[in-house]
């Protein structure tokens, strides 16, 4: 079968570093995708990964180990407009359509 | 920068009437996605459309649904008789098309459909 687990909610503080975890079961695997979702709005792509290990892109980076069925993203120098929920999600097998978690509603306080 | 939009951002219908959204995706985009959210759900996969057919289909799409492409920029959702529980937020996106099935799918900002 194919499930995406993630954290409900978590709170961190402006400036810190927080890592967001996700672990899935798939039948076939295609890389994993990480998107950011204001509330009411669209999600926007944030990051990818295909091969294990890690990716990195300025503020955001996140992991995958495909052994383990996980991967989690790390997001660095907190700032308030990162409140939002983080989704994962990967390709369904051999096609294009994709499997969400429910995602990571982050909170940055003050 | 390109981006996928959506028409109307909001739309609030009757229950059993049929509605339209609509999306323009990104112009050298050669697959168009819909896919919907209802309210404190995971998002869900609806359709995918390649090369002027369904490519893949999701059990939600059943016959009260349908895409088209009527020209060479839109891609629209139809729902003919809606459903309470069609009340949802529904997203198109679109990716290139060309590096296989892991490429990035870009999202428009959303239609919020209200069914009374």
């Known amino acids: 079968g194919q499930n995406i687990d993630q954290p409900t909610e978590m709170t961190a503080t402006e400036g810190a570093i927080v890592q967001i975890n996700c672990t899935y079961q798939?039948?076939?695997?295609?890389?994993l995708f990480w998107y950011q979702q204001h509330a009411g709005e669209a999600p926007t792509f944030l990051s990818y990964?295909?091969l294990d290990g890690l990716e990195e892109k300025g503020r955001f980076s996140s992991f995958l180990s495909r052994s383990k069925g996980y991967s989690y993203l790390l997001l660095k120098e907190l700032q308030m407009k990162d409140s939002a929920s983080y989704l994962c999600?990967?390709?369904?097998?051999?096609?294009?359509?994709?499997?969400w978690g429910l995602g990571t509603s982050l909170a940055v306080n003050p | 920068e390109p981006e996928v939009t959506q028409t109307p951002s909001h739309q609030v219908t009757q229950m059993g009437q049929e509605v339209i959204l609509r999306c323009v995706p990104i112009?050298?985009?050669?697959?168009f996605y819909w896919y919907r959210q209802i309210l404190g759900q995971k998002v869900e996969f609806l359709v995918s459309?390649?090369?002027?057919?369904?490519?893949?289909k999701s059990e939600i799409f059943d016959d009260q649904f349908s895409v088209e492409r009527p020209d060479g920029s839109n891609f629209t959702l139809k729902i003919r008789s809606t459903k309470l529980e069609d009340s949802a937020m529904y997203f198109c996106?679109?990716?290139?098309?060309?590096?296989?099935?892991?490429?990035?799918?870009?999202f428009g900002p959303g239609t919020r459909l209200t069914v009374l």
């Open positions: 112009s050298n985009h050669l697959y």
């Open positions: 996106a679109s990716s290139p098309g060309e590096t296989g099935i892991f490429e990035v799918q870009f």
């Open positions: 999600a990967h390709p369904a097998g051999n096609n294009r359509k994709l499997i």
């Open positions: 990964n295909v």
């Open positions: 459309f390649y090369n002027n057919e369904i490519s893949e």
């Open positions: 798939t039948s076939g695997f295609n890389g």
